[in-house]
C-alpha cells in the first residue's frame, strides 16, 4: 500500500465547507480527474464516496473512497477527509490515505518510478476541485449555515 497526503486551504467558513461538500457529491459523485504525466494528459472518471465519522471540536472527518468509473488498471483510495477550522472564514481539508497500485508487482514497479506521482498529482487535482465546490455557492445551503444547522 501507498500512501498520501496533501492538503489545501479554503477561503470558506469552517461552518459551510462540509454541507456545501456532501451537497456537491451527493448530487455528483462522479468526477473526471485529469493528470498530466510529462506531455502526456490522463484522464479518468472516478466516483467518489464521501460519507461523515465521528470528528471533534474544530474538526469535522469524513471517511474518503474513490474508484475507477469503469474499472480497468487504475487504483482505488481509501482515506479520511479532515476539514479544520482555520478561523476568519477559512478552512484547511487535509487528504489522507493509501491505495494499491494495481497490476501487482509491476504496478510496485511502475509507482516507485511514476505512479506515485501521479499519485499525488490525482490527489492534489482532487483538493483543488474540493476547492472550488466549497468556495462556489450551492443552492439550497446558506452562506450563514453551520454544520449543526
Known amino acids: 500500500m501507498a500512501t498520501l497526503r496533501d492538503f489545501t486551504n479554503v477561503h470558506c467558513d469552517y461552518g459551510i465547507v462540509p454541507?456545501?461538500?456532501?451537497?456537491?457529491?451527493?448530487?455528483?459523485?462522479?468526477?473526471?480527474?485529469?493528470v498530466p504525466v510529462g506531455d502526456l494528459h490522463v484522464e479518468?472518471?472516478?466516483?467518489v464516496?464521501?460519507?461523515?465519522?465521528?470528528?471533534?471540536?474544530?474538526?469535522?472527518?469524513f471517511d474518503i473512497h474513490w474508484e475507477p468509473?469503469?474499472?480497468?488498471?487504475?487504483?482505488?483510495?481509501a482515506g479520511t477527509l479532515s476539514i479544520a477550522d482555520e478561523g476568519a472564514g477559512w478552512?484547511?481539508?487535509?487528504?489522507?490515505g493509501t491505495y494499491a497500485?494495481?497490476?501487482?508487482?509491476?504496478?510496485?514497479?511502475?509507482?516507485?518510478?511514476?505512479?506515485?506521482?501521479?499519485?499525488?498529482?490525482?490527489?492534489?487535482?482532487l483538493l483543488a476541485e474540493?476547492?472550488?465546490?466549497?468556495?462556489?455557492?450551492?443552492?439550497g445551503v446558506s452562506p450563514n449555515a453551520t454544520a449543526s444547522a
Not at 23 to 28: F, Q, T
Not at 44 to 47: E, N, R, S, Y
Open 19 to 34: 454541507l456545501r461538500l456532501a451537497k456537491a457529491l451527493g448530487a455528483h459523485p462522479d468526477m473526471a480527474l485529469r
Open 44 to 47: 479518468k472518471d472516478v466516483v
Open 49 to 61: 464516496h464521501l460519507s461523515p465519522k465521528p470528528g471533534y471540536p474544530g474538526y469535522e472527518l
Open 69 to 77: 468509473k469503469e474499472g480497468g488498471p487504475y487504483p482505488s483510495f
Open 91 to 96: 478552512s484547511r481539508v487535509d487528504l489522507d
Open 101 to 125: 497500485p494495481p497490476l501487482g508487482p509491476i504496478g510496485l514497479v511502475f509507482d516507485a518510478m511514476v505512479g506515485h506521482r501521479i499519485a499525488a498529482a490525482t490527489a492534489a487535482l
Open 130 to 139: 474540493i476547492k472550488r465546490l466549497v468556495t462556489k455557492p450551492v443552492a
